[in-house]
């Protein structure tokens, strides 16, 4: 990829030196960001392993553009199936720019706000246009080639059924609305940097990646679906005023003056090639400049100003709710630092809350019967909120399977520091915090969810299965966390480490455990006396933490 954007850069030699670059500097800073872009995996193929011999190549990036292909051309299917191509297209242009700009904000964010270079390249007589272009030239390719890449089935798609002409206009779309992802994207961040901390910038940028999942999710949910939401036989060609103001419809409406030669839609074609220029023009005249600023600014401090003094409270609601729940100081420790930890690692957020996104198929297997209040009667009639209940423990299990894990894990010797003869509080401490910070309030809301349906009745029901939840959490302490303490292993042990426990739990005990219950609300008093008998098997298992040594556990 590199060397093909080279070659290119080259043939435009002039052009750079006419704007005022030094174009053999540039050059030279192109190469290496692509370099740098190439030994870094992808987000969404972390644990991807290149077997290349050659340590300059990664065939991450190759992977994920292969990847959204795939999904780019289920998009594009729609160029056949609807004979409008105002609406034909709207649909893989809007994926096109959505995942463009998501994965620059997501995945190219450790690039874009990387300050490095700043280290070599200030102090050296580079002007700030070689720079500036050279980040320009780095992003702009990085987005064309994705772009095209999630267009490929589109573009051919294009060809077969509207000829040449559509052809070249759809290539040229893709472009635009690339430029239209790149201006987008700068205009996020120098807002991001504009109003918030660079920590803080980190943290959205994380929140970003977890919505991106998210939207990745429901999106694999939504596109078989999007043919049952659309009548194909009679839809209509309909400009609404909302349309003016999305980008995608734009380029769509130019495809539909060019194809079908529609005189309405002039509008739209002239947004789609005016705004994409216009963004550009203030992309490279006021936005790039105060990017390349404010990125030069990352990491060097407020210039020796005053130190801004944090006074944390001690004394806040966890620690009150710590005192509460734990029957120790040391239990009472680790229940703190679990929380906050929790709070705090980008990594940990990155590695759980996607964990959410797993119970959004849950709303299409329900479908329109969760939306519609008529039909929560007949569904009061049966138990599928069950399912939902058991579903619901695969939060738990996550958020507690992936506490052991930590990028500062060397630091878990404090643990056999502590003036105790047994782990049994750091365990026990961390299981609390996994359970009420995460676990009980999203039980809470869906068992709200569940009584406004079902009512009364299913309070025991909700009663047995966050006991059976509780009990699951600890047999997967007990037979999963064999060596491992809160926070105490390397990130990048987790993919070997507890394999057989999340099989155990998720695919043979957790089901067993939901089928069962089933079959209890068959028996009269059947759930009531489980409730019983659920209570005592967790009071036992709880003492079994009491057995636990420091011979089990190692560093």
């Known amino acids: ?14 052009v750079f030196r006419w704007l005022g670059a030094d174009y053999d500097i540039l050059r030279n800073i192109v190469e290496v960001k692509f370099k740098m872009q190439n030994r870094r995996p992808m987000a969404a193929f972390s644990h991807y392993k290149s077997y290349n011999n050659d340590q300059d190549t990664n065939n991450s990036f190759w992977l994920m553009v292969g990847l959204f292909s795939i999904f780019g051309g289920l998009m594009g299917v729609f160029i056949f199936f609807i004979d409008n191509p105002y609406y034909a297209y709207a649909l893989p242009f809007g994926y096109i720019m959505i995942m463009s700009v998501l994965t620059l904000v997501t995945d190219f964010s450790t690039l874009l706000l990387d300050t490095t270079d700043n280290v070599v390249l200030l102090p050296r007589p580079v002007n700030g246009r070689t720079i500036l272009l050279a980040r320009l030239v780095h992003i702009s390719s990085y987005v064309l080639i994705l772009s095209y ?17 559509a052809f070249f206009a759809i290539i040229l779309a893709v472009f635009l609305l690339a430029m239209l992802s790149v201006f987008f994207t700068a205009l996020l961040y120098i807002l991001l940097m504009r109003f918030t901390s660079e920590e803080r910038l980190k943290d959205i940028i994380s929140y970003f990646q977890i919505a991106f999942t998210l939207l990745v999710t429901a999106g694999y949910q939504m596109v078989g679906r999007i043919f049952n939401w659309l009548d194909l036989d009679t839809t209509t060609v309909v400009i609404r005023g909302w349309h003016y103001a999305l980008p995608p ?63 944390q409270k001690r004394h806040g609601f966890v620690s009150r709710l710590a005192t509460m729940v734990t029957g120790s100081l040391l239990e009472r420790a680790i229940f703190e630092l679990s929380w906050k930890i929790t709070a705090r690692d980008r990594k940990f957020k990155m590695r759980t809350y996607p964990t959410f996104g797993s119970l959004i198929p849950l709303v299409f297997v329900f479908g329109k019967e969760l939306f519609d209040p008529q039909k929560w009667s007949e569904m009061a009639q049966g138990y599928l909120y069950l399912m939902l209940l058991y579903m619901a423990h695969i939060v738990a299990g996550t958020f507690q399977s992936q506490s052991h894990f930590s990028e500062d894990f060397k630091a878990a010797w404090v643990y056999f520091a502590t003036p105790t003869d047994s782990p049994r509080d750091v365990v026990v401490g961390n299981i609390k915090a996994i359970l009420l910070k995460f676990y009980t309030p999203f039980y809470l809301l869906l068992s709200t969810f569940v009584l406004t349906i079902w009512g009364i009745k299913a ?24 060596n491992r303490l809160p926070f105490s292993k390397s990130l ?64």
Not at 460 to 480: N, P, Q, T, W
Not at 516 to 528: K, M, Q, Y
Request: glycine share 8%; with cysteine.
């Open 1 to 14: 990829m590199s060397k093909a954007v080279l070659r290119i850069l080259d043939l435009m030699q002039g």
């Open 492 to 555: 990048a042990t987790m993919k070997e480490a507890g394999q057989t426990s999340q099989f155990v739990i998720f695919m043979l005990l957790l089901p067993t455990c939901g089928f069962a219950h089933w079959g209890l609300t068959f028996i009269p008093f059947g759930v009531p006396v489980a409730c019983v008998f659920a209570t005592f098997i967790a009071y036992v298992l709880y003492k079994q933490f009491d057995k636990l040594t420091w011979e089990r556990f190692d560093l």
């Open 459 to 482: 309070l025991d029901d909700l009663y047995l299965a966050f006991v059976a939840s509780v009990c699951l959490s600890m047999i997967e302490s007990k037979i999963g966390s064999q």
């Open 149 to 165: 890449g999630i267009a490929f089935f589109s573009l051919f798609f294009t060809l077969f059924k509207y000829g040449l002409l």
């Open 249 to 311: 419809l734009w380029l769509s409406g130019w495809m539909q003056f060019v194809i079908k030669n529609s005189s309405q839609f002039w509008v739209l074609s002239l947004l789609a090639f005016v705004v994409p220029l216009a963004s550009a023009w203030v992309l490279i005249r006021f936005l790039a400049p105060k990017f390349t600023q404010q990125i030069a600014q990352l990491g060097t401090g407020d210039g020796g100003g005053a130190e801004k003094t944090i006074t």
